[in-house]
């Protein structure tokens, strides 16, 4: 079936700091890929997308690229704020438009000022 | 704010109790999923309902009973839990298209449940 693995954390920073959370997919087909972002006491919420390989999704100055031939879909950030501490989520829906999104185990980041 | 809400917040019940989470959308999406969230573990989808029938049950205990009255509304009825089902319960919704498209889900901020 289909899954998603992201990077262990969790990962503490410095303001400033460049971010990469890895995550890497096992689906058939051309998978969409989420980044969802859960900040602390509420719910999660859609950080980026991309549909098709080579999508770049990008939002509040993070990126990911949907890579298809690594099965990957890496967030980066080249400056990160303390604002950025938050849990981050990776995440797949099959192709054909599926309900269901399959979840990685989240990645808790914090940013020291 | 992202137009999902969930009632109670926080709620600690004992094994033998009755209760249930309230979830309500107000954007006018048409599908409805309730998801459990336990630490170290990634986000388990329990239940989907679109235009108000449920289209999956993950494999979920029937001491989880969920209730979709309308496209707005989704109920989590619990009873006879145990203390492993303490975990954080967040609501979502979507909108579903005529062809199946599905358009990202919104996540309410979920409810903290603590079973003793």
């Known amino acids: 079936g289909d899954s998603v693995t992201q990077m262990e954390g969790p990962v503490t920073l410095s303001e400033e700091a460049f971010l990469t959370i890895n995550c890497t997919y096992t689906a058939t087909g051309y998978p969409s890929l989420f980044w969802y972002v859960q900040y602390p006491g509420e719910g999660l919420q859609l950080l980026l997308k991309?549909?098709?390989?080579?999508d770049k999704g990008s939002n509040k100055g993070f990126e990911a690229t949907y890579r298809k031939e690594t099965t990957s879909f890496h967030l980066e950030k080249g400056s990160v704020q303390v604002s950025d501490s938050a849990v981050y989520f990776c995440?797949?829906?099959?192709?054909?438009?599926?309900?269901?999104?399959?979840f990685g185990k989240g990645t808790k980041l914090t940013v020291n000022p | 704010e992202t137009g999902v809400t969930q009632t109670p917040r926080h709620l600690v019940m004992g094994m033998t109790n009755k209760k249930s989470l309230k979830c309500e959308q107000h954007?006018?999406?048409?599908?409805m999923y309730w998801y459990k969230q336990s630490a170290k573990k990634p986000l388990e989808l329990m239940f989907v309902y679109n235009f108000k029938e449920q289209t999956e049950n993950n494999s979920v205990p029937s001491r989880f009973s969920p209730e979709c009255p309308n496209s707005s509304h989704l109920f989590l009825h619990l009873h006879t839990l145990q203390p492993e089902d303490s975990a954080l319960y967040l609501c979502?919704?979507?909108?579903?298209?005529?062809?199946?498209?599905?358009?990202?889900?919104?996540f309410g901020p979920g409810t903290r449940l603590t079973v003793l």
């Open positions: 979502a919704s979507s909108q579903v298209g005529a062809a199946g498209a599905v358009h990202e889900q919104f």
């Open positions: 954007l006018g999406h048409n599908a």
């Open positions: 995440a797949l829906r099959g192709q054909g438009g599926s309900e269901k999104l399959v």
């Open positions: 991309a549909t098709k390989a080579d």
